[in-house]
T-cell receptor, first 113, second 113 residues
């Protein structure tokens, strides 16, 4: 069964350091999403890609967060500098063309100390 | 603005009982309503979903009931099992906004043996 892959699974970093997360969507899925999930809450969208283009980054804190999907396949989300409030689960999801269904990866649990 | 409200926050059910989780939405443009199941430390897994052109959808022990006029939908888990103990999230999306998911706050379900 095809799955969304994410790495690392866990990341501990110090405040003001840079951190990066990687996502490989289900093969053939053109739409890719990055969500952030604070403990005890539902995921919230950070950025959405259609192929290599950003179609929605209205909720992305652009002063410190960046995201790219250069070849329209895998994607990287970066935080620089990390802040204590960035501690959360970062989830990647993908969706196939013409489908409503979004499939999530296992997430990256970020702890900022 | 919380566009999808979920209740209850937590639910305890005996094995074999029925678990019922409710969600209400505000945006009448939403056209897709999925439920996700999430175990600790894992990404959300798509459980079942419904479009607003039907009032009910059943898959195994899981049923979604949808009331378009009331802007409400619910998840029913029949014959609940201890393995169903997890956090459940309702969500909603609309195709015109790239199908970004707006999640409810989540329900922590515990099924006692």
């Amino acid at each position: 069964e095809a799955e969304v892959a994410q790495s690392p699974r866990y990341k501990i970093t110090e405040k003001s350091q840079a951190v990066a997360f990687w996502c490989d969507p289900i093969s053939g899925h053109a739409t890719l999403y990055w969500y952030r999930q604070i403990l005890g809450q539902g995921p919230e969208l950070l950025v959405q890609f259609q192929d290599e283009s950003v179609v929605d980054d209205s909720q992305l804190p652009k002063d410190r967060f960046s995201a790219e999907r250069l070849k329209g396949v895998d994607s990287t989300l970066k935080i620089q500098p990390a802040e204590l409030g960035d501690s959360a689960m970062y989830l990647c999801a993908s969706r196939g063309q013409g489908s409503y269904e979004q499939y999530f990866g296992p997430g990256t649990r970020l702890t900022v100390t | 603005q919380q566009q999808v409200k979920q209740s209850p926050q937590s639910l305890i059910v005996q094995k074999g009982g029925i678990s019922i989780i409710n969600c209400a939405y505000e945006n009448t443009a939403f056209d897709y309503f999925p439920w996700y199941q999430q175990f600790p430390g894992k990404g959300p897994a798509l459980l079942i979903a419904i479009r607003p052109d039907v009032s009910e959808k059943k898959e195994g022990r899981f049923t979604i009931s949808f009331n378009k006029s009331a802007k409400q939908f619910s998840l029913h888990i029949m014959d609940s099992q201890p393995g169903d103990s997890a956090t459940y999230f309702c969500a909603a999306s609309k195709e015109t906004s790239g199908s970004r998911l707006t999640f409810g706050e989540g329900t922590q379900l515990t099924v006692n043996p």
